[in-house]
């Protein structure tokens, strides 16, 4: 009995993103490279749920910024939460995640490294060939995510770490209140704090304020909104 390639199997593919041009290119790629597969589209999480539910895909291909529903804003927040809960409920489908907000995938860094399934990264500036290996090494149930800049330093944060720049840049907190949340010493805070600012290679510089450099890196990097 002769062995199908990757290429000749019937895959069942989910194309997740809220913009019809790149959908509609993503399509031609996946049915030039794979001819017997069956290719379904949704623009919405809510959308993306129904699919799911009926279509049972095996690999699905999702931009992050996504919209709630019809007419909502696409946030990359909404893709992140769509990503988790798939992860969770679904854990042998494969994902490509084709996306410019791709730096985001730090705050799932658990779900992640847990998934059976394959998991991959496809900047959407890599060229059609290189998306294309992506999904394959999905189908192969590979993960790889090491060609988006940084990104596997920042996949080493520890929960503790992100949580110490959650409760200080987007709920305000102070060292002491930071502690008392974490049940920790405020020694350890300061702790915490080093190591994400190595992490981030932010270092004090004379006439700077480290905690405001450490902010702004951690937007740029996507650790918070």
Sequence with gaps: MIQKTLEEEKWKFLV???????????????????????????????????????????????????????????????????????????????FVVQSAHARTLVRIKQEIDSHKGGFTVADKSLSSQEMLTRVNWALQGLTHTKDIKSIQVILEFKPEWLKVLELAFQEGLQDKAIADRLNVSERMVRHYWNKVQDALNVYPEEGKNIRIQTEMRAREEGLID
């Design 16 to 94: 997740i993103d809220d913009h019809e041009l790149l959908i509609s290119g993503t399509i031609d790629i996946l049915q030039k490279q794979y001819p017997n597969a069956e290719i379904l589209t949704a623009q919405t999480a809510q959308d993306s749920l129904k699919q799911i539910e009926n279509f049972s895909p095996e690999v699905i291909i999702m931009d992050l910024s996504i919209p709630e529903q019809t007419g909502g804003m696409a946030r990359p927040e909404v893709g992140l939460q769509l990503l988790k809960n798939f992860m969770k409920k679904y854990p042998e489908i494969n």
